[in-house]
């Protein structure tokens, strides 16, 4: 019987991770969790709620009414992962420019990170989990059976996820994108509490030049080889 392990993919923002964790899940039939849409819910409830971020008291009290679930369904004989927000769907709301403007900052608040960090673990506790995020690897899950860490230049990464946005029907210019990915770069990689860095044991998958079917079969055959270990 092959090993349960935990997959931890982290690296920069916009690079392909969820995409390549989602198509990872799916070849080894594990569960996908987006651990980035937790600090995007989060962010949603206290814009929602005009807590403001430096108003640690309130955003303690806002965290304890909050319930982060996630639900999958299958379209087109793919699962489809769906972010809840206690009971509402909130997947296409917390993808809003909005959020990815102010999501780094309250990512950094230690009390958030605690509380998502603390649900993270569980969902995970019984291994077969691609978690993607900033932090899996060298915080979340610091004994994950696989480590990677993805990266990609930046207006690679910009111009991929304008794609996305406009498949969604929003039309955001690159620049503004280029933007917000170097700024989210910036507070996720230089915040006090578990900063985006790599593990010292994660394979590095440079997405650049590399195609997409490439990215997630290397990332399978490492699982695979984890799963046989002794
Ligand atoms: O993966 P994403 O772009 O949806 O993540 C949104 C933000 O959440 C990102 O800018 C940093 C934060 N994040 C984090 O601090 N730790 C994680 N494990 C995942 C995301």
Known sequence: MP?????????????????????????LDYTYIDSGAMYRAVTLYLLRDKISFSDIEAVVAALEQMQITFKMKMEAELPLYETYLNGENVEREIRSMDISDSVSEVSAIPQVRQAMVGL????????????????IGTNVFPNAEVKVFMTADLYVRASRRQKELK???????????????????QIDSTRKENPLVKAEDAVVIDTTDLEFNKQVQRVVDIAREAMQAP
């Open 120 to 135: 993270q673990r569980n969902m995970g506790a019984n291994k077969r989990v691609v978690m993607d995020g900033r932090d």
């Open 167 to 185: 498949e969604r029907g929003v039309s955001v210019a690159v620049s503004e994108i280029v933007e917000n990915l170097a700024e989210r770069d």
């Open 3 to 27: 090993n349960d392990i935990v997959i931890a993919i982290d690296g920069y923002s916009g690079c392909g991770k969820s995409s390549t964790a989602k198509a990872v899940a799916h070849a």
